[in-house]
């Protein structure tokens, strides 16, 4: 069984902070582990996924993660943030052979002026 | 190339009644799985088919099915809509590849069961 744990369901930022969202994973097999922004009323979209090789992960909009399997942990970073970046993120966990997903609860990302 | 659509945006239901929503998957892309995202919570796996076959089911119910059909594209039908089971739907469609394959998402149907 997968199971993803998002540490805080509102992280508030001003614009320019690093941004800092935390996921720590479970699985029994080797995880594919991805992070997805979701703005209102809208549907998911990639920001970037770790399957195989480096451990840190470029993605979009100048967001990054690391896989750390000692600490079963892929947390977001960004280090300036931007008000556009004010949305709904999830971590989601998947494994070879489908492309099922196991989502975190989320964490609403705040940017303050 | 265009994405993954889904029809209708928004829907009312009464409880009792029976919904079918529709989804595109993106172009190329053989395997369709949907999601139900309750309000504040993250998307839950219902199922997910792969070449008109049902290829993986989560924790729904048997009144939650779905088809594929030969272009790709997915239906989920839920019967005896409860009131808990108003919630965004997400489709999601990804390429052949298999492992470690990206989710496409459409946008979503948001059900109300009224």
């Known amino acids: 069984a997968q199971s993803v744990t998002q540490l805080g369901s509102h992280v508030s930022v001003s614009e320019g902070a690093l941004v800092l969202l935390r996921c720590n994973y479970s699985s029994s097999v080797p995880p594919y582990l991805f992070w997805y922004v979701q703005y209102p009323n809208q549907g998911l979209q990639l920001l970037l996924k770790y399957t195989t090789g480096a451990t840190l992960v470029k993605g979009i909009n100048g967001f990054e993660a690391e896989f750390k399997k000692s600490e079963t942990s892929f947390h977001l970073t960004k280090p300036s943030a931007h008000m556009s970046d004010a949305a709904e993120y999830f971590c989601?966990?998947?494994?070879?052979?489908?492309?099922?997903?196991?989502f975190g609860k989320g964490t609403m990302l705040l940017v303050s002026p | 190339e265009t994405g993954v659509t889904q029809s209708p945006t928004h829907l009312i239901k009464t409880r009792g009644q029976q919904v079918t929503l529709r989804c595109s998957s993106q172009?190329?892309?053989?395997?369709v799985s949907w999601y139900q995202q309750a309000l504040g919570q993250g998307p839950q796996f219902i199922f997910q088919y792969y070449r008109e076959e049902e290829n993986g089911r989560g924790n729904f119910p048997p009144r939650f099915s779905g088809l594929q059909f030969p272009n790709y594209s997915s239906e989920l039908n839920v019967n005896a809509l409860e009131l808990d089971d108003s919630a965004l739907y997400l489709c999601?469609?990804?390429?052949?590849?298999?492992?470690?394959?990206?989710?496409?998402f459409g946008q979503g149907t948001r059900l109300t069961v009224v």
């Open positions: 172009s190329g892309h053989n395997t």
């Open positions: 989601a966990v998947g494994n070879s052979g489908y492309s099922t997903l196991t």
């Open positions: 999601a469609s990804s390429p052949p590849g298999g492992q470690g394959a990206e989710a496409f």
